[in-house]
């Protein structure tokens, strides 16, 4: 039968019904800028937008797998001002050693929290604080507090300027091919499947043999490695490692997942719908820009954080609103 | 005599689909009445509806000749009427007295808590229980026999006029069982009427007065107890025959008549820290092996151990290949599998659907090119969905929403899958439904005679005594005796289980 062959776009809806509220918003949000402001739907501002973006969305992707499994990874931000450090020091020996090197130093912070959540078994929240403030003290030691220059000779900075195969940002290229390499790992390997399955119940997953242990050492590499990815792209887009930078950014990661419908106690969620989230989270701050340059209204930082803070909770209700609604047309 | 609560005509159904029709219930002050009915007859949503979590479509409903108007649960418990729930609905981390009192505490005259009096209460009411605990506790430093005759004591606190209880033994041993029936007649000397739902036929006998049987969303009949019989419970339940159940038998099971092949699995002498003191077991190819005792002799820790669960301190497990067992992922490469007694905590992955639930513990075996063949993955759960005839609205469907009784012949299959050879079952039919307790073990039965070994650990000596064709009886973590079917009898059983307990106090 063609149903046991054919990719069914009816039923991956169904199955993804949880996530609908945040790709609803996100054309919502898409349709009103595009109305709104002239340079918008513009090759400008998507490439730019998509550039400052990559480092969020590649760290959202990342948390999305750790609390997937019912952990949490706090040391992500702190991650990401350290290996762009790293990176900035070893830009002089071109891109080809800087990005191995800081994505390195990532999954070395990474292995560390799997090691003490794993082995020691500290509880994800407690471990990663911890790793949150290592992280953070050892950007600021081996930077001495100021930003590291990257070096303007090397081909380092050619990752968020020059164009891949003439077409996008090398960031927006590496950052799409990471993500649809997790979203193939979470959906089609078994990996994958079992990384929900410890979310959804560790004991009985335990019980049909499958590799607990080796699901939570991946989730936190992962995030680890992301967290380094998300560090080089800091460097190159601020020409500069950032040791004070980071600071917030696992919440923001935390929102994104959370925004595309990913249950924070583990379990159920997607990579598709975290992007759409991380995506969705900046737009806000791109729309309220595009305000601000027409003149009319002035808007702080300050100001835009709190209206991000009142948009995510509209989307998280209108999220909440829409499952027990379907839940219920279910019962 | 006046009834307390008055049931009639209710109906509710949601959204289009009827749950209850013309339903009538009428429980007397001080009696114990029992519900019974297989899973989806409606019992929890009449229930939900005396409680106040569900609101009736029709119907009526009286407490001692008044209309009672009910929406809330708490206007329920204002009314006297008060709800001990399977999954306890207390606050663990809360001491005793607190959970005792909460919502409800006695006050000094500042208007501040008065804890002395609360804790005074509390402990009167557990020492009318015949309980003796330090109250001041956190709750959830308890046994779950303790937290449900808290929950009682709660019930009794407030003044219940009736006490509402959702299988209130099905996490209980026998001791604490016998306890909480002393608080149940208890609680019926002081006029409290108890509503008691079980799916243990035997409880009835032993506790009920009357017994209310519900069907496809009606209530089909009330008798007192004393003139029923246990067979005429079940045809009624079932809507059958009570003579073509009697040809059956009360389980789908019977032992002692196969022809056991080669030694699978010894296990000898085993000893561990969770209490194992020198337990042996041996399956053979194509037998059922029940493990009988007593809850805490050992049966469960002795499964955990066979599977590679629990580390042996002395004796050993050999599989029939000459290897030792270390963990769960070698016991299953070797052909185990282990139907866990807890079906909500270490069994089903409740987000999941039933396709990936009964695929998962297969999947390291359903790899191709490092991905999940999806295509062999739909067609294995469609076999197993229709083999085990699991009753779903498709194989997407998350398991959660399925019943009790589909879940755990998802979990079977999810087993099966794998063929094993040898398949530890505990509990396999606890808080099924009889309905589905029969198709569970024509399963089973089905398997073991293809050649399949099963280890059966169940609380139902019927069960055992039925399905077994050897019963290992199990003593304080020891092995003490070995009987063996067609012969078996219940009391036989228990005489086993009953003798070896003397000799070891004496």
Known sequence: ????????????????????????????????????????????????????????????????????????????????????????????????????????????????????????????????????????????????????????????????????????????????????ALWIVLEFTSLGRTVLAVGGGEDATMMMGLGVARAKV???????????????????????????????????????????????????????????GALLLGLVFNILNFENGRGVISLSAYWQMVIRGGFLFAVILLQSQLTTRTRRAAE | MNDLIQMTGIGKSFAGIIALQNTSLAIRPGEVHAIIGQNGAGKSTLIKILTGVYRRDEGEVRMNGKPLAISTPREAQDAGIATIYQELSLVPLRSVTENVVMGY?????????????????????????????????????????????????????????????????????????????????????????????????????????????????????????????????????????????????????SGGHGQPGEVLLEAQDMRSRTGLRGASVTVRRREIVGLGGLLGSGRTEAARAIFGLDPLTGGRVVHHGGVR????????????????????????????????????????????????????????????????????????????????????????ARWLALEPEILILDEPTRGVDVGAKFEIQSIIRKQVAQGLAVLLISSEFEELVEGADRIVVLQDGRSVSELQNPGVTEDALIGAIAHQHERNVA
């Open chain 1, 218 to 276: 991946f989730v936190y590499l992962l995030s680890g490695g992301c967290g380094g990815l998300a560090g080089v792209f800091l460097a190159s887009g601020f020409g500069a490692g950032q040791p004070l930078e980071g600071v917030g950014w696992e919440l923001s990661a935390i929102a994104s997942v959370v925004v595309g419908g990913t249950l924070l106690t583990g379990g159920m969620g997607s990579v598709a719908a975290t992007v759409a």
């Open chain 2, 105 to 253: 505490e006695p006050r000094n005259r500042l208007g501040l808590i008065d804890w002395k009096a609360a804790h005074a209460r509390t402990r009167e009411i557990l020492a009318r229980f015949g309980v003796k605990v330090d109250v001041t506790r956190q709750l959830g430093s308890y046994s779950t026999a303790i937290q449900q005759l808290v929950a009682i004591a709660r019930a009794v606190s407030l003044e219940a006029k009736l006490v509402i209880m959702d299988e209130a033994t099905s996490s209980l041993d026998d001791q604490e069982i016998e306890t909480l029936f002393s608080v149940v007649r208890n609680l019926r000397e002081s006029g409290v009427a108890v509503l008691y739902i079980s799916h243990f036929l035997d409880e009835l006998y032993r506790i009920c007065d009357r017994v209310t049987i519900m069907r496809d969303g009606r209530t089909v009949a009330t008798h007192d107890v004393a003139q029923t019989t246990k067979l005429g419970l079940v045809s009624e339940m079932l809507g059958r025959d009570a003579r073509e159940i009697q040809a059956v038998g009360l389980t789908a099971l």
């Open chain 2, 325 to 412: 067992i270390d963990n769960p992922a070698q016991a299953i490469a070797l052909g185990m599998g282990f139907l866990t007694e807890d079906r909500k905590a270490d069994g089903i992955i409740p987000h999941m659907s039933v396709r990936e639930n009964i695929s998962l513990a297969l999947l390291p075996r359903l790899r191709r090119l490092g991905a999940v063949d999806r295509a062999r993955e739909r067609k294995l759960a469609q076999h197993y969905i229709d083999a085990l005839q699991i009753k779903t609205a498709g194989m997407e469907q998350p398991i959660r929403e399925l019943s009790g009784g589909n879940q755990q012949k998802v979990l079977l």
């Open chain 1, 1 to 180: 039968m063609a149903d046991t062959n054919t990719f069914d776009l009816r039923r991956y809806l169904k199955g993804g019904g949880h996530s609908f509220g945040v790709w609803a918003a996100l054309v919502i949000v898409v349709l009103f800028g595009l109305m709104r402001y002239d340079n918008f739907g513009g090759a400008y501002n998507i490439s730019s937008f998509l550039n400052y973006n990559a480092m969020f969305i590649v760290i959202s992707v990342g948390m999305c797998f750790v609390i997937l499994t019912g952990g949490i990874d706090l040391s992500v931000g702190s991650v990401a001002a350290f290996t762009s450090v790293v990176a900035a020091y070893l830009s002089p020996y071109g891109i080809q050693v800087a990005l191995p090197g800081a994505v390195l130093a990532g999954l070395a912070i990474g292995g560390l929290n799997a090691f003490f959540v794993v082995a020691m078994r500290i509880p994800p929240f407690i471990a990663t604080l911890a790793t949150m403030l290592g992280a953070k003290g050892g950007a600021l030691v081996i930077s001495g507090a100021q930003t590291i220059a990257i070096d303007w000779e090397s081909n380092f900075t050619k990752l968020g300027m020059e164009k891949a195969f003439g077409l996008l940002p090398w960031t927006i290229v590496i950052t799409a091919v990471v993500v649809v």
